[in-house]
């Protein structure tokens, strides 16, 4: 089930539109001249060999990375006012979270609607609600009051896939969600963005492991600084394109 905002239904503009994006940081040009547009309701990965620009092309989403030319939009709208409206959540690769400290599964979850509760943080039963299925449907109910500390890896990603669920953004982000998890959690964040994308929600993955991409995704991007083939799974994910892609890492 999706708890899409609904300041962006029946939104016409795409939920990704990035034209003729060159960006990167002081002496290195990671992204050159990328164009690429997402559509509604579909699972995208993105896929590439590390330092092909995956994460700058993120951070260029969520409006973190120097442009220096092109332009990127969310719902028709720059990245930065998209995160204010609520329009997009982010799953990072690596949260940064002190294990020791004493915060519990569904404290975690529930950050995740600090954008619907305003400056009080206070709760209302909405929120709450949001928590309780966003848990359920990762299968984290019965964990919800055990430290985060306390969790394995596979646990710890399918929390904070929860906290963005709870968020009830039309577009989710997420950096390498099957790095470290096991085989369980693989196969329940799988189901979770699959009846995210059949709900309407707009996934976009970003991952340098092939294995399950055909199953996992309507469509393919490859990336390496440049948009090298775009399309389905069928059609992108042959041995010349992914040479391309990966060159020697592949074998």
């Known amino acids: 089930m999706s708890r899409t905002d609904t300041s962006a239904q029946g939104h016409r ?7 003729r994006l060159t960006a990167g940081y002081p002496g290195v040009i990671a992204l050159q001249e990328v164009s690429l547009e997402l559509g509604a309701g579909q699972i995208t990965a993105l896929l590439g060999a590390n330092g092909s620009g995956k994460s700058t ?3 260029a989403l969520l409006g973190l990375a120097p442009v220096a030319q092109g332009t990127v939009k969310l719902f028709g709208r720059e990245p930065v006012a998209a995160r204010r409206r609520n329009l997009v959540s982010y799953v990072p690769q690596h949260e940064q979270v002190d294990t020791t400290f004493p915060i519990t599964v569904d404290q975690v ?6 954008p619907h509760t305003g400056f009080t943080r206070r ?7 949001a928590v309780d299925a966003a848990l359920d449907q990762v299968q984290l109910s019965e964990f919800r009051r055990r430290g985060i500390g306390q969790l394995s890896g596979g646990q710890r990603k399918r929390t904070f896939l929860a906290r963005a669920l709870a968020q009830g953004a039309p577009l989710m982000l997420l950096d390498e969600p ?3 998890v096991d085989r369980g959690s693989e196969q329940v964040i799988t189901s979770v963005l699959h009846e995210l994308r059949d709900a309407g929600t707009t996934v976009l993955i970003s991952t340098h492991h092939l ?3 055909e199953q996992l995704a309507d469509q393919v991007i490859l990336l390496h600084r440049r948009v090298l083939a775009a399309g389905a799974p069928a059609e992108v994910l042959t041995d010349e394109q992914l040479a391309r ?4 890492a592949l074998q």
């Open 57 to 59: 092309l993120f951070s």
């Open 13 to 19: 503009s795409a939920p990704v539109r990035v034209q």
């Open 123 to 129: 709760a209302k039963a909405t929120d709450r609600q």
């Open 211 to 213: 294995e399950g991409v």
């Open 245 to 248: 892609a990966f060159g020697a």
């Open 178 to 180: 099957f790095a470290g």
């Open 109 to 114: 979850v529930a950050m995740g609607r600090y």
